[in-house]
C-alpha cells in the first residue's frame, strides 16, 4: 500500500498570505495524485487531478506540482473561503489511499 | 451535471450488516465513463477508500476490508449499494458515495453518518 504523508498538519496563515500544502508518497505515483478540499460537515470538493489540473469551477488561486514522490498544492493568496482541511489522495495497483490531511486556519 | 445521495440506516447493532445505497441522478450509472464509489470518515479523522464498482457489476476492495465488503449495482434503479458485515465501533464513520472518474472522485455525494452502538 502507497501511504501518503502531509505536511504540515496544521498551517495557519492569514487571509492574502500564500499557503503550501506537501504531500509525499512511500513510492512513486507519477502524476497521479489529486486534491481535495473539505470544509466542516461537507464532503470533500475535488480541487486538483493528475498532479497540476484544476477541476471544473476551481478558482486559479490554486495551482497544483510535483511528480514521483513529492507534490504540492499552493494557493496564491487565501480567501477566507479557503480556510479547510486539504487531502491528497493517489491511486495504484486498483487501490485508492489518501493522506492524512492538512488543516489550513486562520492565524 | 451528476449528483448522488446516500440513504440508510444511521444506527447499526454491532457484530450486524451496515447497508447503505446511493441514488445517482443528473445522469446514467450506466455510463462507460465512470465506476462508483464509497469512501469513509470516521468522526474527527481522514478519509478511507472502502471499495468502487463498475456499472456491469466488476468490482475491487480496500485489502483491508475486502472480507467484509461488498458492493452492488443496480442499473434499472440507477443506484449503487454497500454492505459491510460483522460491524464494530471502529465502523462509526460518515459514509460517502462518489463518482469516480480515471483517478479521482468528483462529485461526492453529502455523506450520512453510520453508528455502531447496542
Known amino acids: 500500500e502507497i501511504v501518503l504523508t502531509q505536511s504540515p498538519a496544521t498551517l495557519s496563515l492569514s487571509p492574502g498570505e500564500r499557503a503550501t500544502l506537501s504531500c509525499r508518497a512511500s513510492q512513486s505515483v507519477s502524476s497521479y495524485l489529486a486534491w481535495y478540499q473539505q470544509k466542516p460537515g461537507q464532503a470533500p470538493r475535488l480541487l486538483i487531478y493528475?498532479?497540476?489540473n484544476r477541476a471544473t469551477g476551481i478558482p486559479a488561486r490554486f495551482s497544483g506540482s510535483g511528480s514521483g514522490t513529492d507534490f504540492t498544492l499552493t494557493i496564491s493568496s487565501l480567501e477566507p473561503e479557503d480556510f479547510a482541511v486539504y487531502y491528497c489522495?493517489?491511486?495504484?495497483?486498483?487501490?485508492?489511499?489518501f493522506g492524512q490531511g492538512t488543516k489550513l486556519e486562520i492565524k | 451535471q451528476l449528483q448522488l445521495q446516500e440513504s440508510g440506516p444511521g444506527l447499526v447493532k454491532p457484530s450486524e450488516t451496515l447497508s447503505l445505497t446511493c441514488t445517482v441522478s443528473?445522469?446514467?450509472?450506466?455510463?462507460?465513463?465512470?465506476?462508483w464509489g464509497w469512501i469513509r470518515q470516521p468522526p474527527g479523522k481522514g478519509l478511507e477508500w472502502i471499495g468502487s464498482?463498475?456499472?456491469?457489476?466488476?468490482?475491487y476492495y480496500n485489502p483491508s476490508l475486502k472480507s467484509r465488503v461488498t458492493i452492488s449495482v443496480d442499473t434499472s434503479k440507477n443506484q449503487f449499494s454497500l454492505k459491510l458485515s460483522s460491524v464494530t465501533a471502529a465502523d462509526t464513520a460518515v459514509y460517502y458515495c462518489?463518482?469516480?472518474?480515471?483517478?479521482?472522485?468528483?462529485?461526492w455525494g453529502q455523506g450520512t453518518l453510520v453508528t455502531v452502538s447496542s
Open positions: 493528475d498532479a497540476s
Open positions: 443528473g445522469g446514467s450509472i450506466s455510463s462507460s465513463s465512470y465506476y
Open positions: 489522495q493517489q491511486r495504484s495497483n486498483w487501490s485508492y489511499t
Open positions: 462518489a463518482t469516480e472518474l480515471v483517478r479521482w472522485f468528483d462529485p
Open positions: 464498482i463498475y456499472y456491469s457489476g466488476s468490482t
